[in-house]
């Protein structure tokens, strides 16, 4: 698990193509990895990572196929800069929102608009991630939590603070870049509780939950 609080920006050290997949090594930038062991995870632009070298400039972890065709980590080349966030612990800060470094889907940046020192970005997401994006909750955006200023059917707003941009890939953004998309984890799990609660309304009525309370079942 992650906070969307990125801890630095690294770079594509190489892909190497390995069997049908890649093994990516990452430099690793000011993250500090004196705490990182092999195994551990990394969120590289939102995605999590296990670590399988610490070669000292950086790390190297193997990317499936699966996770090259959802994200956007296929697109990286030799040189592309990449939000690093080491897993958190239980004395982490928990200054973003709750994220699991498993992409939803790719957004598009269909609009970015300088105001004053902050920059406004219009993203794209996947109609069917539209329903999962709320005004005022959080998203995450290449590894990043944020706030969801305004929505338009499945495009959302972000306004995007001065620091965020000098510290995150964000401020390269231009239109038509594209974006690893996460959504908010309470909105899923509640989903599938109200899901589960329909269910259970069209069943016929007889649910172990009716036998337990009424002395059936222990």
Known sequence: MFTGIIEAVGSIKALEPRGGDVR?????????LSDVALGDSIATNGVCLTVIEL????????VSLETLSLTTLGTLRSGSP??????????TRLGG????????????????VDSARSVKF??????ALAKYIVHKGSITVDGISLTVNAINNNRFELNIVPHTVQETVIG????????????????????????GAEQEKQSNGITERLLTENGFMK
């Open 55 to 62: 070669p000292g400039d950086g790390y190297a972890a193997d």
């Open 97 to 112: 929102h709750m994220v699991s470094g498993h992409v939803d889907g790719l957004g598009n940046v269909v609009e970015r």
């Open 122 to 127: 219009i993203i794209e997401a996947p109609q």
């Open 82 to 91: 990449v939000n690093l966030e080491k897993a958190l612990t239980l004395q």
């Open 24 to 32: 990516l090594h990452i430099r690793s930038g000011k993250l500090d």
């Open 172 to 195: 390269q953004y231009q239109v038509g870049t594209k974006v690893n998309l996460e959504v908010d984890l309470i909105v899923r799990y509640l989903e599938r509780l109200l899901w």
